[in-house]
């Protein structure tokens, strides 16, 4: 069976051309047609013989992902990707300042359940292969013709519950001869699989690291997020303090502002005390409603009250701007709407 040729980091590919008797810096030569010339049919690799091409050919694909459905708003677009086994998958691009950004899908189906969150109540298919994550990103920038400045690797599925076919992707989108995405503008999110965190720490890539924290206590977190059974906020917190030592990166919570579930001033004032002193922040994330969840957004005066409370008890904070209000917004949203037709 064919291997599709979007899998393959660059020390892949070296591997393979030695295993065919040909010389490993053939495998910048791909790269640079696939990456930077965008051409994705091998037969035009011209500067390979004949016989290489063909080799390629036999061995591997370059099949696309597809578009299922796209929705629009103002500075965000939202993507439906249809998977060769008839899966779907969500992409989002917004449009900033500096830049267009892309967050991508990591997996199909989510096992980790976390109560607010549409992609919660999808479980788990399967992981996604780093080609299904790779081509995100290719098929969208060839539909807006344009570079993605930036990946957030925070859509449907928990990346590090995928953490091999991740790593690969990261490499992929991070090499000089790749999608040159640096690692500053790479981020990852997780809800917190503790011994994932130290892996990752010690990845030479050092990327961003955010922490789907969302509580700031033990009976509150348990309630909203069942890993918090597995990995309590002391165990989450000690990662975040190696991690923090490991990798000298600042680190990021986000915490999904729920109306009077989690915005209360006590509870900001309990997450204040819990990571002072430490080089984090908070984002506050404004709720996105769907009718498949109970839960309600806090109100502007809720969260800016939250917001004033860590800054004047030492923990620097954001408010996340908006995306996609008038769009299947909420991670998952567009998927779960596919899947009940």
């Known amino acids: 069976m064919k291997r599709n040729l979007f899998n393959l980091t660059k020390e892949d590919l070296e591997a393979y051309f030695l295993s065919i008797n040909e010389k490993k810096f053939k495998a910048t030569q791909v790269y640079e047609w696939l990456y930077q010339k965008r051409e994705f049919n091998i037969a035009n690799f011209t500067n390979l013989k004949k016989e290489v091409r063909d080799q390629l050919l036999k061995d591997f694909t370059t099949d696309l992902i597809s578009i299922e459905k796209k929705q629009e708003d103002n500075l965000v677009k939202k993507y439906l990707f249809h998977l060769f086994d008839d899966n779907y998958i969500e992409a989002v691009v917004m449009f900033h300042d500096y830049g267009a950004s892309i967050c991508v899908s990591s997996e199909v189906g989510c096992n980790m359940g976390c109560k607010f969150c549409e992609s919660g109540r999808q479980k788990k298919i399967r992981n996604l292969e780093a080609y299904e994550m790779v081509e995100q990103i ?34 992929i989108i991070n090499d000089s001869k790749g999608i040159q995405i640096g690692a500053r503008h790479i981020t990852l999110s997780t809800c917190g699989l503790v011994p994932k965190i130290y892996e990752l720490a010690k990845l030479p890539i050092q990327i961003n690291l955010a922490i789907s924290l969302h509580a700031p ?65 908070v984002n506050l994330i ?17 969260i800016m009250a939250f917001y004033d409370t860590l800054k004047k008890n030492g923990l ?16 998952g949203q567009l998927r779960g709407s596919m899947k009940n037709k």
């Open 286 to 302: 404004p709720y996105n409603e769907t009718e498949a969840q109970e839960f309600k957004r806090s109100s502007k005066n809720k």
């Open 217 to 281: 206590n033990d009976n509150l977190r348990n309630s909203l997020m069942p890993v918090n059974k597995v990995y309590n906020l002391a165990t989450l917190k000690q990662a975040i303090v190696d991690y923090l030592h490991v990798t000298s990166r600042r680190v990021t919570l986000e915490y999904v502002m729920l109306d009077n579930v989690n915005d209360s001033i006590d509870c900001a004032l309990e997450l204040a005390s819990l990571f002072k002193g430490l080089n984090v922040y």
């Open 316 to 331: 620097n904070a954001t408010i996340r701007r908006e995306f996609g209000g008038n769009i299947d917004a909420a991670c």
């Open 138 to 171: 290719l098929v969208i920038e060839k539909d807006l013709n344009i570079r993605l400045k930036s990946v957030v690797i925070m859509g449907i599925g928990e990346p590090l519950d995928n953490y091999d076919n991740i790593v690969n992707f990261i490499k």
